[in-house]
């Protein structure tokens, strides 16, 4: 287990100085369960795995998150930022942050959640994360906590919107299926800016129209062109 350690440590970005909080971060009550249930007792199997872990990294990355956000967009409103804080920290947001780091390769699971498919469950990924964020916060503190949540969610942060909270696209796609029409077709119409600061304009079509949006990322462009979409289905609908 310790070379896993020591590559997960670099996949982090963080050493850790009490090495056995990173396995306890990493360790699915799962698994504590096939191998000690019948040796320890209910609160000794509780002190092997991650939950309290992730009780702790959870209340770390929401105050993390929220320190980034009014750093960036202090000038929004409280509902605006609220918004934006409760989808950077649900549960499929901080999956595909774990996905991207390789954790479930690492984590330690039963042989059940393994024929289950558990290292890619999205709620088992995202658990796993808090309890790494409240491992680094037991092991040396918040602001290294914090300084590895940023590091972790980097393009999120960049990326997000109070627009991009709301799916849109989902919001369009259920509209024309009840209107019988075709699903909404996307493409890059054009892209502008520097290469390293880019502006995608991405057109969405569907039975009846057309609306182009614009974003620092083709997904944030899509979100747009088909917020835009949907407030011409409506008007044409009160017309």
Known sequence: MT??????????????????????????????????????SEEEIHKKHN???????????GLAIVEALCEKHGDLSEGKLTLMKHFLTS????AKVAEKLNLGKHILISQGEEKTGGRSKKNLLADCF??????????????????FVRRAFIEELREV?????????????EV????????????????????????????VSWDGGKAIGRGSSKKQAEMMAASLALEKIK???VG
């Not at 350690?5 to 096939?34: C, I, M, N, P």
């Not at 709301?166 to 796609?173: E, G, M, R, S």
């Not at 024309?176 to 699903?183: D, H, I, P, T």
């Open 3 to 40: 070379s896993d350690l020591v590559l997960v440590e670099k996949l982090l970005g963080y050493t850790f100085q009490d090495k056995s909080l990173l396995k306890r971060a990493l360790t699915h009550r799962s698994w504590v369960y096939e191998k000690f249930s019948k040796e320890l």
């Open 51 to 61: 939950e309290n872990l992730e009780f702790i990294g959870d209340a770390v990355l």
């Open 91 to 94: 549960a499929s947001v901080i």
């Open 130 to 147: 808090e309890a790494i964020v409240g491992a680094i916060f037991l092991d040396s503190g918040y602001v290294s906590a914090r300084s």
């Open 161 to 173: 919107t109070p627009e991009t909270c709301v799916d849109y696209k989902t919001l369009l796609q």
């Open 176 to 203: 024309l299926q009840a209107r019988k029409s075709e699903a909404p077709k996307y493409r890059v119409v054009e892209t502008s800016g520097p290469a390293h600061k880019p502006t995608f304009y991405v057109e």
């Open 235 to 237: 008007q044409q609908e």
